[in-house]
């Protein structure tokens, strides 16, 4: 039983040091805390992390192409369960919180009745999130949208276009609630 219990410990070892090298393959960045089950799918690109990035467990990293890029400031965080889906550009400032299961997408199927499915090209359209924004729980940003610097997306509300500065925005689709200063 001791020797099963051993080989289970060589195991995990192993597996934490594979993990490590495939982050810093990834952020290139020691200074990020990583929790359990984070996935990279593609992975190419250009990508940058600011120090003391903060990935909570279940975070899901879709890189689309080789010229796809991902910048993430310093002191963000992001939360349980949340969705980087990147074919073109997704940017995101400093000291910015991304609550848990929210999804960031820089590109969107196209539909048309005249086509099926999967035969037209994706919509692709660059994201960029300001510094000292806090993006609440369940939201969506969608291609195309920019969302200026202090500003509060509130839970479960869906963001197209552009959201600005100093401002709190809720709904589906987010609209103005109000001035923050």
């Not at 594979?18 to 990834?26: G, K, N, S, T």
């Not at 929210?102 to 005249?114: E, G, L, N, P, W």
């Not at 969608?142 to 552009?162: F, Q, T, Y």
Request: overall charge positive; charged content about 20%.
């Amino acid at each position: 039983m001791n020797v099963i219990h051993l080989f289970k410990q060589k195991v995990e070892a192993l597996q934490i040091r594979c993990r490590a090298i495939l982050f810093w393959y990834f952020f290139k960045n020691f200074e990020i805390i990583i929790g359990r089950n984070l996935r990279i799918r593609g992975g190419n690109g250009l990508h940058s992390f600011g120090d003391k990035l903060i990935i909570y467990d279940n975070v899901v990293f879709e890189v689309y192409n080789k010229s796809a890029i991902i910048k993430v400031g310093k002191n963000c965080i992001c939360s349980f369960g949340v969705i980087f889906s990147c074919s073109d550009k997704i940017e995101i400032g400093d000291n910015v919180w991304i609550g848990e299961y929210s999804s960031i997408r820089d590109s969107t199927h196209v539909f048309s009745s005249q086509t099926n499915l999967g035969e037209i090209e994706d919509m692709v359209s660059s994201i960029k999130i300001g510094n000292n924004v806090w993006i609440g729980r369940g939201s969506i940003i969608l291609p195309g949208s920019l969302i200026e610097d202090n500003v509060v997306i509130g839970a479960n509300s869906l963001v197209k276009g552009r959201c600005e500065a100093n401002s709190l925005y809720v709904g589906n689709p987010a609209y103005l609630k109000k001035k923050l200063f």
